[in-house]
Every structure is written in C-alpha cells, then in structure tokens.
C-alpha cells in the first residue's frame, strides 16, 4: 500500500494542470463540479469494466485547478472522472503506465513519460477535435469538437504504415491517433464493458 500510496501522491504533484486544461477545452460547462463523492464515483467507474474500476483509485478535477483524490484504490488503475471538461463528463480508466501517459499529455510534456505500454478504458466515450477531416491534438483554431464512442486504448508508440492500421476512424473501429507524434496510440472504438473480464 506504501508503494501505492506513494505513486499517487507523485502523480497528484505532477499533474496540476490536468483541470487546467480541461478548463480551456469545456464545451458548454463540466457537469462534474457540484456532485457528492458518491456519484463522482459512480461516473469514474462507468469508464471501465467493474471488476478494474471497482478496485482503482479516483481522481477528480477540482476548481482550485487540482485533482482531489475521492478514493484511495487497492490496485494499479487510476480513474479520472471527467477529463476533458465538457458538458458530460467522459471518464477514463488508465494503468499506472496509462496515467503516467495522461498526465505527459496533460502537461505538455515532449513525449510520453511512461517506459511501458500503458491501457486506459474510456466505456462512455470521449472527445476529440478534428480540422478539414484529420484529427488535431486538443482544440485548435478553427477546429471541430466530434463526440467518440465508447473505446479503449493501448497507449505506446505505433506507426500507422508499419501496423497497416489507419489514422483516422473508420468502420472497423481501430486506428492510430495523433500519428506522427510521440504520443501515436492504439485506439479501439468498443464498448471496454463488454470485454471478458481477466
């Protein structure tokens, strides 16, 4: 619990911009502040099937630009509940490699800091922001918000050529987002809940 206990404690410290960010990219405003822990709770486990979710540690974005722990987990997954700020919060269900992936991404750091493969469970879906069909890393000038279905995601460098995968979504649902960058990932379009548990 130590080791745990610890992780967390580096990881709220490394990521106060998190809710920063959220609070430039919010739609028509996070429903998210203003809940009791009980239903926070209940909206971090939605991401990921209940036998993760139901053990992992939840984080949530405060308005003092902070993310406030709700609950201490007993496993290695982190759940945010709301990570983008718009008008419904989109929940995630990260690993540790997966948080520590986040919270580079929600940082601005150069690349990713995790130095393995990282999974996140994303069962309500997320955002994304796409300008003349491609997809832009967080909003943009002249950008388009588009809505995603529920996905999951293997969060570690892939090359769309090389795995003969596309970049962008498409009716088999698994393509490359942000080809090109240090933080190209897997994504998956498939509801994480349906996957069999183990």
């Known amino acids: 619990m130590k080791k745990r206990t610890t992780f967390i404690s580096a990881l709220l410290a490394f990521a106060v911009s998190l809710p920063a960010v959220a609070a430039e990219t919010r739609g028509t ?16 486990e939605s991401a990921a099937p209940p036998h993760i979710s139901g053990e992992a540690t939840v984080l949530v974005p405060g308005p003092d630009k902070k993310l406030r722990t709700v609950r201490e987990g007993t496993n290695e997954f982190t759940c945010i509940a709301d990570l983008s700020g718009q008008e419904t919060p ?4 990260a690993d540790r490699a997966g948080t520590e992936w986040f919270m580079s991404f929600f940082n601005n750091e150069p690349q990713p800091l995790n130095t393995g493969p990282g999974i996140a469970y994303m069962a309500q879906g997320g955002w ?20 995603e279905p529920p996905h999951w995601m293997l969060l570690w460098p892939i090359e769309a050529d090389k795995a003969g995968l596309p970049e962008s979504p498409n009716r088999f649902g698994t393509f490359i987002m942000y080809e090109g960058s240090p ?5 998956v379009y498939q509801d994480p809940k349906t996957l069999p548990a183990g």
């Not at 405003?29 to 971090?44: N, W, Y």
């Not at 989109?90 to 269900?93: E, I, K, N, T």
């Open 29 to 44: 405003g996070s429903g998210i502040h203003g809940m009791s822990d009980d239903e926070i709770i209940r909206i971090a």
């Open 128 to 147: 994304h922001w796409e300008r003349d069909g491609q997809i832009v890393m967080g909003p943009a000038e002249d950008a388009t918000r588009v809505k």
């Open 183 to 187: 933080y190209a990932h897997l994504m």
């Open 90 to 93: 989109d929940p995630v269900c």
